[in-house]
C-alpha cells in the first residue's frame, strides 16, 4: 500500500539475473541459475518446465519463503520497482498476502484443517487492511460467490475437509483474491483435480484476472493450460529460463530446441502411436549438481554442436523480428525450424489377437456406514453398475472418467483386491470374479498386473529406490542369484528414465515424478499379459509421459500384452488406445472404437470431458463447455441419468424422462453404444468439439 | 454423539466388571483369606479353627456367589448358628435380622468395612480421594500450562537454541522416575544437612532449619505453598517432560504443514501463526495424552504420598495393601478402574471436539 510512487506502464515484476540455491549437508545445489523474467501490469506469464526444473523456487523466491536451506545468492527481484531480495521480514509480510498472494498445488494441504472457511479467509484483510471482523466476513462471502461457489454462506461455516477438491481450490483463489493483490503466483493449481473442474478453476483465474487486472505468474506442466492463461511463457529448463516470449509466438515460432522437443512429445490431435509416434526428449535430466558445461540441454539437443554448444554458459538472446522473444540457444538463427521432425520409427499396427478378459454385467457395491463409528443406516455406493466388454489379446482398451466414477474400483475388482458383489469375469479361460488375491496362484498373478496411480502410498519411505525393485523381482520369482536381479533392476532403471544412482536413494530425495517412474519400474517388474495401468503418466512431466508411454507400447508390442489403461487424460487417450469406455458414476455412458468416441455423436459427457481437456496447439479452436457443479456423490446418485444434474442436453429430452429413468445401452452404428435417452436425431446434429483451424 | 457415549459407557462397565472380578479373585484367594482370619481373630488359630472362622464369615461359597454378594446383585450371606442367632453379610451387630436389607454390596452403597483403618470403607475413600484430589489439581495447574507452553516453544522453531535447551530439560525430567526425583528434592530443598537449606538458615534467611517440610502431612488440613510444593513438583516434573516432548513432536510437524505456509504468505505475523493457526492441531494430539496421564498420575501418587506421608488415596492403597485389606483394597480398584475409564471417555470425546475432520453421527 505504500506504492503511490509506482508507474503501472512499469513492470510489475522484473526478475533479473537471478539465481538460488539450497545448501544441503553435502553440496550446495544451485536450483536456479540467472533467470530473468518481467511481468507487465495485468499480464499472464506462464512458467512452464518439467518437474525439478526451478519453477515453485523461483516462486517461492518472490514470496521470499525458500525455507531454512534455500538462499538468494544473486540477481534481483523488483516487485513494483523494489527489490524484494533486500527487504526484512516486516517489510515483506506486509507485501505477502496483501500485493503478492500465492496458491499452490494441493488445495487440501494449503487449508488449516481446524479452521472454518470464513475465518481463514477474513484474516487477510484483517491483518492487512486492519479491516474489523464483520467486515471482513462480509467481504470473504462477497469473494466466496465471486468464485462462483454456491451457497457462500454454509462454505463460510465449513471447514476444508467438508468440501470437495475443486471447492476447496476455489476457496484457496478466493483467499488469494481477498485483498486484491497486484500479482497472483499460482503454482501448479489444478494438477491435483479433474479435468473438468480444472476447466471451471481455470475460466475463473481468467475471468478474476480480467476483472480484478491482477498480473499472474502461472505455473503448470501443462502446455494446453498455459496457452488457456497466459500471454506471455517462459520455458525452463535444469534451473534456467530457455525460451520466453509470446505465448502465440512461443508455440508456433520456437527458437530453442528445447522448446520444440517438449512439443514433440506431448499427444497433440493427429499424433498417432504407430504412424506418428511421439518423440520422447532422450537422455536424463541432469541433476543440478551435474549439469554439463555450456548449454545445459547440449546432451540431449539434436542440434549440439561439438567446440561451440559446451564452451561457454550462453545467455539469453533476442530473437530477431519477435515481440520480446528471446532464446538462450547459439543456433537458433541457424536451425531451420520448419523442417518436419526426423521420420520417428513407425511401427507397425499390432494384431488383435483373442479375447483374454471378458466381463460380464459386473457389479461391485459397497456398502458404508453413515457414521465415522458404524452403526447407524447403513448405504450402498453403486461404484460400478453392470459392466460389459471384453478386452482381446495385444488391445489397448482406455477406461476414461473423472475421480469417484469408478475406474480404480474396477481396477480392483479385477486384480483380486476387491471381489465382485455380482456378474463374471473371464481371465483366458477362468474365472476370477470371486478369487481374492491371496488365492490366485502365482500364474493368475503374474499374468494380470498393475501399475498403480499414487506411487507416493506404495513406496516404503524406508527402504531404498533399488531395494525396492528387487523385493519385487523377488516376489515375482524373477532370476535365480541377486547379481541377475540387481542386473535387471539398473535395466529397469534405464527403463523409466532414471540415472543409475538413484537405486541408492531413499523415496523422500526423489521429486515427485522421480517417485512416479519407481513405482512404475517396480510394477513393470515382472512380465504381464494383461497390464492395468492406472492413470500412470497422469502425475509426470509431458517429455515422461511420452517415454513412458512409449514403453508401455513396448511391452505391449513384445508380449502381446492387453492393456486397460485407465485415464482422465482424453489427449494421451486418443494417442494410444484403440477402444475407449468413458465412465460415469459407476456406469459406462459411452464405448467405441477411438475414432468413434472423439467424433460425434456424443454423449454428453463425453462432449464435455472433450472440451474440457486444454490442447497445445494454437489451431484448435474448441468449443467451451463449462460443467456446472461437482460431480454428485456416488453414495446418493441422482435419479434416472447419472449425468442428469449437469447435462446441457437434458432439455432436448421430453418429457423429463432423464430425471425418471436410467437411459438403456443403446447401439448405434458399428457397435459404437451410448447410454443416453437422446433421439437419432439430435444425436446427428451435434457438432464435433474440436476443430483444427486450416492453416 | 449421544450414541457413541451410551456405547463407550456400555464397554465401560462391561470392563469395570471383568476387572473387578479380577481383583476380588485375586484378594480372595485362600491365603489371603487365612491371613484375614488370623489378623481379625487370633493369630495362633490352627487351620480347622480358621476354616469354621472363614465359614461363619462368609467366606466359603463358590467366588462368583461372593463376587456377587459383594457387588449387591446376589442377596447377602445369612447363617444361623446353633443357639439360634442370626449373623449375615448384611446384618451388623445388634440389629434385627429381619430389619436388615437381603442385599447389601457395593451398588447398594456399602463398600465394606476397613480392618486397618478401623473405619467404613466408604469413609476412609471419601476422606483419602478428597486429599488426593487436591493433590491432583494442583499437578494439573502445574503441569498442563508449562508443559504445553515449553513443547510450544521448543517445537515453533525446531533446531533452534530454545528448542535444543528446552528439550534437554523434558528428556531429563522424562527420563527421572518419581522416586528419584522425589528424594533428590528433599535432599536439596527439604533437608537440614544437604543441599541449599543449611546454606539459607546459616545466612539466616528461613526461619527454620530447612527451606521446605520434607513431609506434607500438614497439607492434609490446610494446603500451603510450602508443604505441598514438593510432593506437587515431583509428580508434575515427570509429567512436564512426558507432555511437552508430545507436545513438541506435534508442533514440528504441525510447522511444515502446507497450511502453515499459507498462513505465513498471507502475511500472518509469526506470534499469529503458532496461536491461531498452529496450535489447535499441535495441541490435538497432547490432549489425549493429558487425558491418558490421569490414571498414570494415580500411579506417582501412590509413590509420592508414600514418600511425603500424605495421606491420599496412593498411602491407603499402599496400607490397605500391605495389612491385607480385602474390602479397602478392592475399593480402590473399582476407583482406579472408574478413572481410567472415564479419563479415555473424555480423551476420546475432547479429540472429536478439537479435531473437527472427525464428526461422530
Ligand atoms: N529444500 C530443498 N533442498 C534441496 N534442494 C531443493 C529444495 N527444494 C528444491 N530443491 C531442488 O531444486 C530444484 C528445483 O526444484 P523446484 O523449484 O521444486 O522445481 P519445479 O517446481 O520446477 O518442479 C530441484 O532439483 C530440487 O531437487
Ligand atoms: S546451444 Fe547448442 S546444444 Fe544448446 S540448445 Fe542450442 S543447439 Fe542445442
Ligand atoms: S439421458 Fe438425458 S441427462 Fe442423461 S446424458 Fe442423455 S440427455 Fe443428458
Ligand atoms: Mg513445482
Redesign the pocket.
Known amino acids: 500500500m505504500s506504492d503511490t510512487t509506482w508507474d503501472p506502464s512499469k513492470p510489475i515484476l522484473e526478475i533479473e539475473n537471478l539465481s538460488i540455491s ?1 545448501f ?1 549437508r553435502l553440496r550446495e ?1 544451485p ?2 541459475m540467472d533467470f530473468s523474467c518481467t511481468v507487465m501490469a495485468g499480464e499472464a506469464m506462464g512458467l512452464v ?10 516462486a517461492l523466491a518472490v514470496m521470499r519463503d525458500l ?1 531454512k ?2 538462499r538468494i545468492v544473486g540477481g534481483s527481484i523488483k516487485f513494483k520497482g523494489r527489490d524484494l531480495t533486500h527487504m526484512t521480514e516486516e517489510e515483506l509480510r506486509h507485501i505477502r498476502g496483501s500485493e503478492i498472494a500465492m496458491i499452490y498445488q494441493e488445495p487440501m494441504a494449503s487449508l488449516n484443517p481446524a479452521m472454518k472457511i470464513g475465518a481463514q479467509l477474513a484474516e487477510v484483510p484483517m491483518i492487512h487492511q486492519g479491516m474489523a471482523r464483520d467486515d471482513a466476513w462480509k467481504l470473504a462471502r462477497q469473494i466466496v460467490a465471486d468464485v462462483r461457489l454456491p451457497d457462500p454462506d454454509r462454505i463460510l461455516n465449513s471447514y476444508p475437509h467438508q468440501l470437495s477438491g475443486g471447492q476447496q481450490q476455489r476457496i484457496v483463489i478466493a483467499m488469494a483474491l481477498m485483498s486484491k493483490p497486484a500479482l497472483l503466483i499460482l ?1 501448479e493449481p489444478t494438477t491435483a483435480l479433474d479435468v473438468t473442474v480444472e476447466a471451471g478453476i481455470v475460466d475463473l483465474v481468467k475471468a478474476l484476472g480480467e476483472k480484478y487486472g491482477t498480473s499472474m505468474l502461472f ?1 503448470s506442466h501443462n502446455l494446453g493450460l498455459v496457452l488457456d492463461v497466459c500471454d506471455r511463457l517462459c520455458v ?1 529448463y535444469s ?1 534456467e529460463a530457455v525460451e520466453t516470449g509470446n505465448v502465440e509466438e512461443v508455440f508456433d515460432k520456437m527458437r530453442h530446441p528445447y522448446t520444440q522437443a517438449l512439443f514433440r512429445s506431448i499427444p497433440l490431435p493427429g499424433a498417432d502411436k504407430n504412424s506418428r509416434p511421439l518423440v520422447a526428449i532422450p537422455g536424463n535430466f541432469p ?2 549438481h551435474e549439469r554439463p558445461k555450456g548449454c545445459n540441454f547440449g546432451p540431449r539437443c539434436n542440434y549440439f554442436v561439438e567446440g561451440r554448444c559446451n564452451a561457454l554458459d550462453i545467455p539469453m538472446a533476442d530473437v530477431p523480428d519477435g515481440h520480446r522473444h528471446e532464446s538462450r540457444c547459439l543456433r537458433f538463427a541457424e536451425i531451420d525450424w520448419s523442417a518436419p521432425p526426423a521420420a520417428g520409427k513407425t511401427v507397425e499396427k499390432t494384431a488383435i489377437g483373442k479375447v483374454v478378459l471378458k466381463l460380464e454385467d459386473l457389479k461391485k457395491y459397497y456398502s458404508v456406514g453413515s457414521s465415522a463409528f458404524g452403526g447407524g443406516m447403513k448405504k450402498v455406493v453403486k461404484a460400478n453398475e453392470t459392466l460389459s466388454f471384453e478386452a482381446r489379446e495385444g488391445e489397448t482398451l482406455a477406461i476414461v472418467g473423472e475421480s469417484g466414477c469408478g475406474k480404480s474400483t474396477f481396477a480392483k475388482v479385477l486384480m483380486g483386491l476387491e471381489t465382485a458383489t455380482s456378474g463374471q469375469i473371464m481371465l483366458f479361460d477362468e474365472n476370477v470374479q470371486s478369487t481374492p488375491i491371496q488365492m490366485r496362484g502365482t500364474g493368475t498373478i503374474s499374468k494380470l498386473q498393475m501399475v498403480f496411480q499414487n506411487p507416493f502410498d506404495t513406496l516404503n519411505p524406508s527402504s531404498t529406490v533399488g531395494r525396492q525393485i528387487i523385493r519385487a523381482l523377488e516376489i515375482f520369482d524373477y532370476g535365480t542369484s541377486d547379481a541377475e536381479r540387481e542386473a535387471r533392476m539398473l535395466e529397469l532403471l534405464d527403463l523409466v528414465k532414471l540415472p543409475r544412482a538413484f537405486a541408492d536413494r531413499m523415496p523422500r530425495q526423489l ?1 515427485g515424478g522421480q517417485k512416479q517412474r519407481v513405482g512404475i519400474a517396480r510394477a513393470f517388474a515382472g512380465g504381464a499379459k494383461v497390464v492395468v495401468a492406472d492413470e500412470p503418466v497422469s502425475a509426470l512431466d509431458v517429455s515422461v509421459q511420452a517415454a513412458v508411454t512409449d514403453l508401455l507400447m513396448d511391452i505391449q508390442r513384445k508380449n502381446k500384452t492387453t492393456l486397460l489403461f485407465i485415464s482422465h487424460d482424453l489427449s494421451i487417450v486418443r494417442y494410444l488406445s484403440d477402444r475407449v469406455m468413458v465412465m460415469y458414476l459407476g456406469h459406462v455412458v459411452e464405448m467405441g472404437t477411438t475414432d468413434q468416441v472423439f467424433a460425434p455423436p456424443y454423449h454428453p459427457y463425453t462432449e464435455a470431458l472433450l472440451s474440457a481437456v486444454p490442447i497445445a496447439d494454437t489451431r484448435v479452436q474448441k468449443q467451451r463447455i463449462v460443467l456446472e457443479g461437482d460431480i454428485p456423490s456416488a453414495v446418493n446418485p441422482p435419479p434416472g441419468c447419472p449425468f442428469q444434474t449437469r447435462c446441457r442436453w437434458k432439455a432436448q429430452v421430453p418429457g423429463g424422462l432423464c430425471d425418471r429413468e436410467v437411459p438403456p445401452v443403446r447401439t448405434l452404428d458399428g457397435g459404437h453404444q451410448i447410454k443416453c435417452h437422446l433421439s437419432d436425431e439430435v444425436l446427428a446434429k451435434m457438432e464435433p468439439v474440436i476443430k483444427i483451424a486450416a492453416e | 454423539m449421544l450414541s457413541f457415549v451410551l456405547r463407550r459407557i456400555g464397554v465401560m462397565i462391561l470392563t469395570a466388571f471383568a476387572l473387578t472380578f479380577v481383583v476380588f479373585y485375586m484378594t480372595n484367594l485362600p491365603p489371603n483369606l487365612e491371613k484375614l482370619a488370623k489378623s481379625e481373630a487370633s493369630v495362633r488359630m490352627d487351620d480347622d479353627a480358621v476354616a469354621s472362622w472363614l465359614a461363619e464369615n462368609g467366606h466359603t461359597g463358590p467366588v462368583l456367589m461372593r463376587y456377587g454378594e459383594w457387588l449387591g446383585l446376589l442377596p447377602g450371606w445369612t447363617l444361623t448358628a446353633e443357639d439360634g442367632k442370626v449373623t449375615g453379610r448384611c446384618i451388623e451387630d445388634g440389629m434385627d435380622p429381619a430389619a436388615a436389607p437381603t442385599r447389601c454390596g457395593i451398588l447398594q452403597g456399602n463398600w465394606g468395612y476397613s480392618t486397618v483403618f478401623k473405619a467404613t470403607v466408604s469413609d476412609v475413600l471419601a476422606r483419602s480421594l478428597g486429599a488426593t484430589g487436591w493433590l491432583m489439581l494442583w499437578v494439573m495447574i502445574v503441569m498442563v500450562p508449562s508443559s504445553l507452553l515449553l513443547g510450544v516453544l521448543s517445537g515453533m522453531r525446531e533446531g533452534s537454541r530454545t528448542d535444543r535447551v528446552l528439550s534437554t530439560f523434558a528428556i531429563t525430567t522424562t527420563a527421572t522416575p518419581e522416586y528419584v526425583s522425589g528424594v533428590i528434592l528433599i535432599a536439596l530443598l527439604a533437608s537440614a544437612t544437604a543441599g541449599i537449606s543449611p546454606i539459607l538458615a546459616e545466612a539466616g534467611w528461613i526461619e527454620g532449619k530447612t527451606l521446605f517440610p520434607g513431609t506434607a502431612t500438614s497439607a492434609m488440613d490446610d494446603i500451603t505453598f510450602w508443604n505441598f510444593f514438593l510432593p506437587v513438583m515431583t509428580i508434575a516434573l515427570y509429567g512436564i517432560g512426558y507432555i511437552a516432548r508430545m507436545t513438541r513432536a506435534s508442533m514440528t510437524e504441525v510447522m511444515t504443514q502446507q497450511y502453515i505456509r499459507t498462513a505465513r504468505l498471507k502475511g500472518v505475523a509469526f506470534r499469529d501463526v503458532v496461536m491461531k493457526h498452529a496450535l489447535r492441531n499441535a495441541l490435538i494430539a497432547p490432549f489425549t495424552v493429558i487425558m491418558l496421564q490421569f490414571p498414570w498420575l494415580l500411579n506417582g501418587v501412590v509413590i509420592v504420598e508414600t514418600l511425603f506421608n500424605y495421606k491420599g488415596f496412593g498411602w491407603t492403597l499402599v496400607q490397605a495393601a500391605g495389612n491385607n485389606d480385602i474390602d479397602t483394597l478392592l475399593a480402590c480398584s473399582v476407583v482406579a478402574v472408574f478413572v481410567v475409564l472415564v479419563t479415555q471417555l473424555i480423551s476420546d470425546i475432547g479429540y472429536v471436539f478439537l479435531n473437527p475432520r472427525i464428526r461422530l453421527a
Open positions: 539450497f544441503t545445489i536450483a536456479v518446465g518439467e518437474s525439478g526444473c526451478g519453477k515453485s523456487t523461483v525455507g536451506n534455500g503454482d505455473i525452463m534451473g541433476l543440478p521429486s
